[in-house]
């Protein structure tokens, strides 16, 4: 029986798990390699990739029928050590052309926090990159992931979803100005110095922060981004003292391990004279221990309470929002009518292979009758063997493209697998692009 190529998305986000569940399945970049290893070693898996940021965490893969999904929802209980059940009504899945939507949605930023923001697309740039280098991709995903960069390129050039577009910077900003009336002349600590620390710091600094100091384990990143913004840096041996003087502290490291635990913040704030805390944690997993909300004089904030400071922008982009939803029709209708052409492609291989046999077993039929002939002769009445293979396959195969793309597409590759003897032993698995089950979550 012919098998199904059957393509779909797992994963959960910012709107169906809170902070506490997406750090447990958070992928740090240097765990991502390892993480699609082990991914690849189910059997179901024929390919695979992983997108893992801050508000999300998604798998996409290509199993040969939907078995494979109970594969992907192991390898996530095995990765969070948390028994399916616990975790599963807060994902989503989606399969099929679903899953081709879902995947070019995110990349237009349409699936943010904050919408159209521009970090997401480098972020599923990074996931493919990361997938190929670790050769978990193939033919499916990376033309998947082609088609997404280029549908959050579109969304961007051809709209104005992001012109103007807050990012978690603005958010933070947004946030501290209201806890702390203002950020004139404040003094910040930085804990980390990523992507997300960098832009946050610089948002701070142009709202009028004075100091800016950095932290990181790898001291030469902190000097780096030090430099930047024109801050100091600050190794983790004298970090409380910092944290002492320091009015706002940023978490962004995603470490394995709370930074601050309760104990270390509250025999901090018990130096600091009674003046407030800010502490500001946009990591995931998350780097501040959330117990220490309750430490009189802190005011803790996660990823997840920036919500609130986003969704006025999110309401002005309504207008361009229906116009990237076009380009995400659009470039998704695309990729669908590429991967339909696949079916085609194992027919076709098989139609060749089945001529060339014949052209092959005629060849030793006649080859004693040549005897008399010269090499060079040989040659040429093998070349108009194969000239004639390749003629009279010209327009069958020219129509099985065509076909692969019609509505009655299926039906009409059988009958040309009859015509030319072909089983389907003989064909490849073909592409799933039917979603007939609904989409989880």
């Not at 929802?73 to 599963?88: N, P, W």
């Not at 801050?231 to 490291?253: H, P, Q």
């Not at 099985?400 to 019609?406: G, N």
């Not at 692009?433 to 609904?438: A, F, I, V």
Request: proline fraction near 2%.
């Amino acid at each position: 029986m012919l098998k199904i190529m059957h393509l779909f998305v797992i994963g959960l986000s910012h709107k169906t798990a809170p902070v506490y569940v997406r750090e447990k399945l958070a992928f740090p970049e240097g765990c991502l390699p390892d993480a699609l290893c082990s991914l690849k070693e189910y059997s179901e898996i024929m390919e695979c990739c992983i997108l893992s940021t801050c508000n999300r965490t998604e798998v996409y893969a290509v199993t040969e029928g939907r078995g494979g999904e109970d594969a992907v929802l192991e390898f996530l209980s095995d990765v969070c050590g948390m028994a399916g059940s616990e975790f599963a009504s807060m994902l989503y899945v989606r399969r099929g052309h679903k899953a081709v939507e879902h995947l070019f949605g995110v990349a237009a930023g349409l699936d943010s926090m904050i919408i159209g923001e521009d970090q997401i697309l480098g972020q599923v740039k990074d996931a493919f990159r990361c997938g190929v280098k670790c050769k978990s991709t193939g033919t499916v995903l990376n033309e998947l992931f082609k088609h997404a960069i280029t549908t959050g390129k579109r969304a961007r050039s051809e709209t104005d979803i992001s012109k103007g577009a807050l990012s978690v910077g603005c958010a933070v900003v947004a946030l501290a100005e209201t806890v702390l009336s203002g950020l004139d002349g404040r003094s910040v600590l930085i804990i980390g110095a990523g992507k997300m620390a960098e832009i946050t710091a610089r948002h701070l600094r142009s709202a009028g922060v004075l100091d800016v100091a950095v932290a990181n384990r790898t001291h030469s990143r902190a000097v780096k981004l030090a430099e930047k913004l024109n801050g100091r840096v600050v190794s983790f041996a004298s970090l409380d003292d910092e944290l002492v003087n320091a009015d706002m502290v940023v978490g962004s490291t995603g470490a394995s391990e709370h930074i601050l635990d309760r104990s270390r913040i509250e025999k901090i704030c018990g130096m600091r004279g009674g003046r407030r805390l800010l502490l500001v944690d946009i990591a995931v997993p998350r780097d501040f221990d959330p117990e220490a909300a309750s430490v009189p004089g802190v005011h803790l904030y996660g990823i997840d309470d920036l919500q609130n400071y986003v969704e006025c922008y999110s309401a002005e982009r309504a207008k361009e929002v229906e116009k990237v939803r076009d380009i995400v029709a659009e470039e998704t209708h695309k990729f669908n009518e590429w991967m339909r052409t696949l079916e085609s492609v194992p027919l076709i291989k098989a139609i060749r292979a089945k001529l060339e046999g014949i052209r092959d077993a005629e060849w030793e039929r006649v080859l004693t009758k040549l005897s008399h002939l010269s090499e060079s002769d040989l040659n040429a009445v093998r070349m108009a063997m194969q000239s004639l293979i390749n003629r009279i396959s010209h327009h069958p195969i020219v129509t099985l493209k065509e076909y692969a793309v019609s509505d009655e597409g299926t039906e009409k590759m059988a009958i040309a697998k009859e015509l030319f003897g072909i089983d389907d032993e003989e064909v490849l698995p073909k592409a799933d692009l039917d979603d007939k089950r609904p989409a989880d979550g």
